[in-house]
């Protein structure tokens, strides 16, 4: 029995520790669990304002840097300026002496060989002497062959005047005449016309009568024999042959003056014809010799105009060669007078001639640069010192990043963030470049500085756009991003008997606006929520996480 009881005792023991293990685990569960989450710092979503600003540093220089370039190859006997000193348009900056003697020998020397090469030049223009006289003869053939054609043909147009021709075609007019008053006189009741009428007139009277006969026969075939109608019929027939006798000896009477008066008109046309084929006769006869000249004249003419535009065509050949050679030969006078001209300057400029010794101001500023002392030698084109115009204004260029880049336009005004002396400073954007020492990230911003500045000066600029307010404001360490764009990690919470329990929520969200530590943005928020800005460890949606002590 004891045993028994001590094995009960033994027993309750064991279940009364494992229930206040059990008891334990469970009440410390949630905070074990924490212990291997990873820590958040959150902040509260609010409403408010936001300007997009960029901050830009960078130094001041001067847009008017006036650089005073050597001239030439000298020596510096005197400085006159030191950096840092206001000189006005005029003032004498350094005082030159002369050249070197061996400097001056060789551009002697090259000066000397250049006029030499020139003269070599102009002596090569090139001729056309034997196409132009060839042309010339050709021209003067050709005009002595018109002449002749032209003269040859005046005598052929005057062979109508030759007095021989003037006489037959005097006759052959005048029979002309003749022909046509016959012509006139016998188409006229008294000529020809007349005798025409009467014949015309003659032969219808015979036809006429020659028709009765006919009627009357006809009729008298129908009459009895022995009748008193017979008798008279045949009576009136005898009278009508009577008068057909008449009538055809009246109509040969006329037909022969009808022909009468047409042989005088035929007559007198033949005379005329006559006349006129003497005339022609006459005519070429005197145009047969004068003809062979012209003839002989124009073969002339056209034998020289061949050999002319044989002449021409070799001329413009020759002249079309004889221009690219000269062109060319001018080229080559031109070049070597340039070279002669350049020599000389050189020469000229050595020696000092035309040149003032002294090196003036051409604008008025400040001294920026002072590069060479007293008996330091400089060469052409050498910057000796850098004249700042503060008139011209001054400018300021900065690298930025493209995202700051993009924010910006031109005609952006900045304010100056650590200026605090004279009239407030501004910078004007006047222009976004790629920078060329980070093409990929970075760009060029150009400001045209207003303000009371030095060059050399840094200066910070604030640049962007105004301010304005949105509902949605969060830090920038908030928004996250990944291939599917931007978004804000959002605590929610759980509770249990234990307590609350705290996850991740993504929330898709587009950024509006943002300045240099906050970011406007709008998604499915609303205020009070509460999102992630750091962990400790990566978080992704849905993981649950603890929240950093504030």
């Known amino acids: ?27 410390f569960s949630n905070t074990i669990s924490n212990m291997s989450l990873p820590e958040v710092s959150t902040v509260e979503v609010t409403d408010g304002s936001i300007t997009a600003k960029v901050r830009a540093t960078g130094k001041v220089s001067a847009i008017g840097n006036n650089e005073v370039k050597a001239e030439g190859t000298r020596t510096i006997a005197a400085v006159k300026v030191k950096a840092g000193q206001e000189v006005n348009e005029g003032d004498i900056l350094f005082v030159m002496g002369e050249a070197g003697t061996e400097e001056l020998e060789v551009a002697t020397d090259a000066r000397d060989s250049a006029y030499y090469a020139n003269e070599r030049a102009k002596v090569s223009y090139p001729t056309n002497t034997a196409a132009n006289q060839s042309m010339w003869r050709a021209e003067c053939e050709l005009e002595d062959a018109e002449n002749l054609m032209n003269a040859a043909e005046a005598q052929l147009l005057s062979a109508a005047s030759d007095p021989e021709v003037l006489e037959a075609k005097a006759l052959s007019e005048a029979l002309y005449s003749y022909y046509l008053d016959m012509l006139e006189i016998e188409q006229g009741d008294d000529g020809f016309g007349g005798a025409k009428k009467i014949y015309e007139d003659e032969r219808a009277n015979v036809e006429e009568l020659q028709q009765k006969i006919d009627v009357a026969n006809i009729e008298l075939g129908g009459l009895g024999i022995d009748t008193p109608e017979r008798e008279k019929k045949e009576a009136e027939i005898r009278a009508l042959e009577i008068q057909m006798v008449d009538a055809n000896f009246a109509l040969t009477e006329a037909e022969r003056q009808y022909s009468s008066a047409q042989s005088n008109t035929s007559a007198a046309y033949n005379e005329y014809m006559n006349a006129e084929s003497k005339y022609q006769t006459t005519l070429s ?35 079309e060669n004889f221009n690219q050679s000269w062109a060319q030969a001018n080229i080559n ?12 300057a050189k020469v000229d400029n050595l020696q000092g001639v035309g040149e003032d010794v002294n090196v003036y101001a051409k604008v008025s500023g400040i001294v920026n640069a002072v590069n060479f002392s007293s008996g330091d030698k400089v060469i052409k084109d050498d910057i000796m010192c850098v004249i700042e115009v503060p008139d011209m204004g001054y400018k300021m260029e900065v690298s930025v990043t493209k995202d700051q880049a993009n924010r910006l336009k031109v005609g ?26 980070d093409p990929q990230s970075k760009r060029i911003i150009e400001f045209d500085i207003d303000g009371d500045v030095e060059n050399g000066q840094e200066l ?13 404001l969060v830090p920038k360490s908030a928004v996250k991003s990944d291939n599917n764009g931007y978004f804000v990690l ?15 929520k993504r929330v898709p969200v587009e950024i509006l606006a943002e300045d240099d530590s906050n970011r406007a943005i709008s998604g499915d928020l609303g205020y009070g929520d509460f999102v992630i800005t750091n962990s400790s460890t990566k978080v992704n949606s849905g993981d649950q996480v603890k929240l950093a002590d504030s």
């Not at 029995?1 to 009440?27: D, H, Q, Y």
């Not at 073969?299 to 002319?308: I, L, P």
């Not at 005004?413 to 004279?422: D, F, Q």
Request: charged share 20%.
């Open 460 to 472: 910070t600029l604030s640049v962007g756009q105004k301010s304005a307010s949105y509902d949605y």
């Open 333 to 344: 006078v031109q070049e070597a007078q340039n070279t002669l001209d350049k020599k000389q």
């Open 412 to 437: 952006d005004v900045g304010t100056a963030t650590n200026y605090y002396w004279g009239k407030s400073t501004e910078g004007t954007v006047t222009a976004i470049r790629t920078d060329p020492k």
């Open 285 to 319: 006869s005197v145009n047969s010799s004068l003809k062979s000249a012209y003839d002989i004249a124009v073969s002339r003419y056209n034998s020289a105009r061949s050999a002319y535009n044989s002449a021409s065509d070799s001329y413009m050949v020759s002249t």
């Open 1 to 27: 029995m004891e045993n028994s009881g001590k094995r009960r005792e033994w027993v309750k023991t064991v279940a009364i520790i494992f229930l206040a293990i059990l008891l334990v685990l469970t009440f």
């Open 490 to 504: 959002v605590i929610t919470s759980k509770n249990n008997a234990l307590g609350n329990r705290y996850f991740a």
